[in-house]
């Protein structure tokens, strides 16, 4: 018994030492399997060195490719006015930089196939670790900004530009009127004065005083908000409203007039401080009717005004109003020779352009238009100039206009080309401070056979584009509000109309004159154009005897042509053979022919440009 005692004793005592040697082992496999565990990460990261290096290249191209088409709607928004979204923007910034690094990264990356021993294959293995390492974190920021870059938008509408931003290159207020420009600034400041007046001739600069003043208050942000509109010798209200209106943003919903005027009103009052310009204006204008707030409705609110005569200011009971007045000669002297260039190697040239320069009697308009005819001109031209200045006939049209005509006329007389007189006197048909389609002057003049060796459309246009661009190298034309347009100063409008009233063309010209009745004269005989526009005609002649007419424009006012049931009778066109351009604008329905028959126009069979506008 004792003998198995024993052995069971030493059995069990080998058994522990087995075990003990067991739980060793075990002890060290455990050990070696957590260090491997430990370094699994750092292998993989050397096993897919160039996976993570390759997938960082492709989703690095595919991030620029993303930003390309980010950046592409930005610079659209932006040539467009518009806001760009902050989010946006900061999105940009955040790429440009993860770009930057990347693109260092990939740089540095040609370290990871340095060899640890000169010679031998032997990678270095801690720098591949390092550089998967860092392309695997890398990718992580290009997919976490290529999750962001679905930007839908990435602008906002932006606010309109303020009319001092809209104004080109420095403007000069001529020493003269600094006075007057510093009188101004302080009444606008004075609390007790809510309209103001400028008055002076056509020409004189008062526009352009206004625009410094409006460059000058907005940047000393004397008011909130600045607006402006042009009224022009006939006002038109819905014109008037959409200017003031595109300024602060607003959109009518309404119609009438009334009912925008209502409108337009409410939304200047939510302007703490407002300047309300209004160039140009003729006749006294109801604020009301516009939708301006007065005084008493609105403190906050001032009028700021030019017209050409101080009646104008009486009439819209300004409590300040200041004049323009000609510039001294040593100012016009100094504008002539800006205009026209410096005299000083001809002595015989420069003391002609002098006596010239006089001639033009201070009014800018005058001194700009007749310099830049004159410019790069022969002494013989400038003595033959002087000449003319001294034995023209001045045209008695209210007060300084008789200055300017006979300044202008020179302007036009040293039109070389028939068609480049015929473009420009063109432009005195359509209504004043209106923008005249280029297109229309194709028209016109392809109906009247007025362009030389021209045959097809496109060489017309080509040819229309060259004499404007003339034009208005000549300050005769100035450049239009809408693309593909032009404009001609009211003044230098007056003056060609004042060409087409004698000579060779007699021009019957009326527009917006509401008149009822047909114009009475003796004879149409010598008429060679007739524009009446914007009237209120209950009737038409039954004939008019017009063997020289070229040109006939007839319109109604709109309004008016709702409810008008005027005809045109059968034998109206009989005696007018030579008429070659027909226009006719908001004429009823009722009273036009049917579309393509062109019997009604008789025997005016040459009729080339037949153009209907808005006719109901």
């Known amino acids: 018994m004792s003998f198995f005692c024993s052995h069971y004793l030493v059995l069990i005592l080998r058994i522990e030492v087995k075990n003990e040697s067991l739980q060793s082992c075990c002890c060290l496999f455990d050990q070696l399997l957590s260090r491997i565990r430990s370094t699994r990460g750092i292998w993989r990261y050397l096993i897919y060195y160039n996976t993570n290096v390759d997938l960082l290249r492709t989703r690095l191209h595919e991030l620029k490719d993303v930003q390309l088409g980010v ?336 300044r202008l006329q020179l302007s036009y007389d040293f039109l070389e080309r028939k068609e480049l007189k015929s473009c420009f006197l063109l432009c005195c048909l359509f209504p004043e401070d209106h923008d005249i389609l280029i297109e229309d002057l194709v028209r016109y003049m392809m109906g009247l056979r007025l362009f030389e060796d021209i045959h097809k459309l496109e060489e017309a246009r080509d040819r229309a584009l060259t004499l404007v661009d003339n034009l208005k190298d000549r300050c005769l034309l100035l450049a239009g509000n809408v693309e593909g347009s032009v404009r001609m100063h009211d003044v230098i409008r007056d003056f060609a109309l004042s060409v087409v009233s004698k000579g060779e063309h007699v021009f019957l010209v009326k527009i917006a004159m509401e008149l009822e009745e047909w114009p009475k004269f003796d004879t149409f005989a010598n008429h060679t154009a007739i524009v009446l526009r914007e009237n209120k005609f209950h009737e038409l002649p039954d004939r008019l005897d017009c063997p020289k007419l070229n040109i006939l424009v007839l319109g109604l006012e709109w309004r008016f042509s709702r409810s008008s049931s005027l005809k045109i009778p059968d034998t109206f066109f009989v005696g007018m053979e030579m008429m070659r351009v027909l226009v006719m604008r908001y004429m009823p329905i009722p009273a036009l022919p049917i579309i393509g028959d062109t019997s009604f126009i008789g025997e005016s069979s040459n009729v080339v440009s037949r153009i209907f506008e808005r006719c109901v």
């Open 71 to 406: 950046q592409g709607s930005v610079d659209l928004a932006e040539r467009n006015l518009e806001v760009i979204l902050p989010n946006v923007r900061s999105w940009l910034t955040s790429v440009n930089g993860v770009v930057v690094t990347c693109e260092e990264f990939f740089n540095d990356d040609v370290k990871a196939n340095q060899r640890c021993f000169v010679g031998w294959s032997c990678p270095d293995l801690k720098s591949r670790y390092q550089v998967s390492r860092k392309a695997k974190k890398k990718m992580l920021d290009v997919d976490k900004l290529l999750r962001e870059g679905n930007f839908n938008p990435v602008s906002i509408p932006g606010p309109p530009p303020t009319i001092g931003s809209t104004i080109m290159g420095d403007l000069e207020v001529f020493e003269s009127r600094k006075s007057t420009f510093n009188s101004i600034m302080e009444a606008l400041k004075d609390d007790s004065v809510r309209v103001i007046g400028v008055y002076g001739t056509g020409g004189i600069g008062k526009t352009t005083l206004l625009k410094e003043v409006v460059k000058q208050a907005e940047e000393h942000k004397i008011f909130d908000t600045i607006v402006m509109a042009v009224v022009s010798q006939t006002p038109d209200v819905r014109k008037i409203q959409d200017e003031i209106a595109d300024t602060v943003e607003l959109k009518f919903q309404e119609n009438s007039e009334s009912g925008r005027a209502r409108r337009l009103s409410e939304r200047l009052k939510r302007e703490k401080t407002i300047l309300v310009i209004l160039d140009d204006l003729w006749t006294r204008l109801n604020l009301e009717d516009i939708g301006i707030p007065c005084a008493n409705d609105h403190k906050g609110c001032k009028i700021l005004l030019t017209s050409r005569g101080q009646d104008v200011c009486n009439q819209m009971n300004t409590q300040a109003y200041f004049p323009i007045k000609v510039l001294s000669f040593p100012e016009a002297w100094d504008l002539f020779r800006k205009m026209a260039g410096n005299f000083d190697d001809s002595p015989d040239l420069h003391n002609l352009a002098m006596e010239v320069a006089k001639e033009c009697g201070g009014l800018p308009i005058a001194i700009v238009t007749v310099a830049t005819a004159l410019k790069s001109k022969s002494y013989q031209v400038w003595r033959d100039a002087l000449q003319q200045f001294k034995n023209s006939t001045p045209q008695n049209i209210q007060g300084m206009r008789i200055d300017v005509y006979s």
